[in-house]
């Protein structure tokens, strides 16, 4: 058997269903045994940054259940997948790429030279420090199970990318069949996970019991686990409070125990009920800046915390807890789910105070603006309610309006580019999530973050995705402007454009697809449900010039109740 068909065979048989490339010639071998094979799913794209994101969009799409691999040719190939295999590290989703190589008799080696064979570049070394594992393979007999390796890797502990480099002589080369069969019987047999169990930390739910003001923090690192959604569900029964990171949010249903993102750019009653709890329990979250304000001594400062995380490192890092939990979260919800029976609710007095702090301050901030970003997304929320489908956000003040103000349903998810925070990030990854998925999907851009990736619409009109892309055009790159009108007396160079901006219908019109110009509401709202009602490609550019500001957002220093424009929730 070729080498490249035994990788299509292991690609297929360890549920990695879903490619993405851009051909080169150092991956033709590959590209063209998992097509022959046709167990894995390969897409064409028309960047490699953009097969990259398509790719770590399958495992974020399917709760890690499926991989997804994107394959770049040597060089400029594998230059190109960088920002989305950083993205994956960052963000925490098992991701493989496979690269190109030129022929290992044409690597430089340790000669003091740059460069042997074309287009030869040492892609593990670039990667190293944003990958679980990284190799290049020089000999036939270490492909498979460096494969294995690698796809073992991705997936277990805290997930996150991994690569193989593999020489074009290499792909071509024969492996027996035989061999191949035994190297997976054996990795197969190996592969039998055991259950972890401890009871070191059921005291915590002692504290969950005592606690007045209790609030769970759920983090990108408890959502995709398989009993998040049970655990999640007996919460609710337990009217548990519960907030949200920015990836935590991505999974997180709405209901009147759920207040949203916290943070810098998070919902008013999220941070209230932090800054006001006595006992904050936290799920698979590092408590970033962006979470905590500035000064994480002004964060939860009347809590007891106790922190969960698989990670040691993220432990007692900005935020000491008074209690830490090195241990995977699948451990943590099922102890939580085998005592739940036995705790109390969640004390009236607390919810109902945090359900009027949320009614009073989930409002429109916007209401001066052409189109309020608030009311654009409350529409989304009312015309999706019951429906399947995901979300996928691009960066900047788009991301922060849609986590802030989309209240997800059954079915539904939203995925964002949260640790890099990499504009250009959505048009691709809708790809990746649409095919995995198996659903509609709905982007989430801005003029800025559209025109880095712009070219995967040609893939969406091409394959008929039912993906509807909506441009929030204010012709500026608006949070940075933001910044320099704050910080730099209005100076806004790089970011304001003077009114100059692509014309976002005509580009989607060019690519093929259904697209049209709005400018208030009630044309959005039509165009909207012309997509919903017919699942076809569609781009829909919302004009609202003076939309350039998050409300509410955190100033440098204050802590996360205070955010601007103030509000007091306790008056």
């Known amino acids: 058997m070729k080498a490249s068909d035994a990788v299509a065979k292991v690609l297929a048989d360890n549920n990695v269903l879903y490619g993405f490339e851009l051909i ?37 799409a399917t709760h890690h259940k499926i ?103 290499i792909q071509r080369a024969e492996i027996d069949d035989a061999v191949l069969d035994a190297l997976l019987h054996t990795w197969a047999c190996n ?26 923090l759920v983090g990108g690192g408890a959502v995709n686990i398989p009993e998040f959604k049970h655990w999640l569900s007996l919460v609710d029964q337990l009217g548990i409070p519960h907030v949200a990171s920015l990836k935590g949010a ?37 408590m970033d800046v962006r979470q905590t304000g500035a000064k994480p001594e002004t964060f939860a400062p009347n809590a007891q915390i106790v922190q969960f995380d698989l990670d040691p490192a993220q432990l007692d890092n900005r935020v000491k807890a008074q209690q830490s939990f090195n241990i995977g979260l699948d451990t943590v919800f099922c102890d939580f789910i085998e005592h739940a029976h036995k705790l109390k609710p ?11 702090a949320f009614e009073q301050s989930f409002v ?34 788009n991301q922060m309006w849609a986590a802030h103000t989309l209240r997800l349903g059954a079915g539904q998810s939203m995925h964002h580019s949260g640790g890099l925070g990499t504009m250009g990030f959505a048009i691709p990854a809708a790809v990746g999530a649409c095919y995995a998925g198996e659903k509609p999907v709905i982007v989430i851009t801005g003029d800025g973050g559209a025109q880095l990736n712009i070219q995967e619409l040609d893939i969406i009109a091409r394959d008929q995705l039912p993906i509807l892309t909506i441009v929030m055009n204010n012709h500026s790159l608006g949070m940075v402007r933001g910044f320099q009108e704050m910080y730099f007396e209005g100076r806004n160079s790089s970011t304001y454009w003077n009114g100059y901006t692509s014309q976002f219908q005509a580009i989607g019109t060019a690519y093929g697809i259904r697209s049209q110009s709005v400018v208030d509401l009630s044309q959005f709202k039509a165009a909207v449900t012309e997509f919903l009602n017919s699942s076809k490609p569609m781009l829909i550019e919302v004009l609202m010039p003076d939309a350039r500001e998050c409300r509410p957002r955190l100033e440098f220093g204050r802590p996360i109740h205070e955010q601007s424009p103030l509000l007091d929730l306790d008056e």
């Not at 390969?42 to 495992?59: C, D, I, K, N, R």
């Not at 259950?195 to 504290?207: G, I």
Request: glycine share 8%; aromatic share 6%.
């Open 364 to 397: 429109d901030e916007y209401s001066a603006w052409s189109i309020s970003p608030f009311e654009l997304l409350q529409t989304l929320n009312e015309l999706t309610a019951n429906r399947a489908l995901d979300y996928v956000a691009d960066v900047g003040n």
């Open 67 to 169: 991989m997804g691999v994107a394959l770049g040719t040597s060089g400029p190939g594998a230059t190109n997948l960088i920002t989305g295999i950083a993205d994956c590290w960052l963000d925490s989703h098992p991701c493989l790429f496979l690269t190109g190589q030129v022929n290992t008799h044409e690597l430089k080696g340790d000669r003091p030279i740059r460069q042997q064979g074309f287009q030869e570049l040492d892609s593990v070394a670039l990667v190293s420090s944003i990958t679980k594992y990284a190799h290049l393979v020089t000999h036939v007999d270490d492909l498979i199970p460096s494969l294995l390796k690698a796809i073992t890797i991705a997936r277990e502990g805290r997930p996150g990318p991994v690569l193989l480099d593999i020489p074009m002589d």
């Open 250 to 286: 991505e999974k997180l249903t709405a209901g009147k125990n759920y207040l949203g993102m916290l943070g810098a750019y998070g919902t008013r009653a999220a941070n209230y009920a932090v800054q006001h709890c006595d006992l904050l329990v936290v799920f698979g979250s590092r």
């Open 191 to 216: 592969s039998v996970s055991t259950s972890e169990k401890s009871d070191a930390f059921s005291h915590v739910w002692t504290l969950l019991e005592k606690a007045q003001r209790p609030v769970f």
């Open 24 to 60: 080169g010639g150092m991956i033709t071998h590959l590209v063209d045994s998992i097509n022959l094979l046709g167990k894995t799913k390969l897409v064409s794209m028309h960047h490699e940054q953009g097969a990259a994101f398509a790719a770590s969009a399958v495992a974020r």
């Open 346 to 356: 969640a004390p009236a007095a607390w919810r109902t105070r945090l359900l009027q």
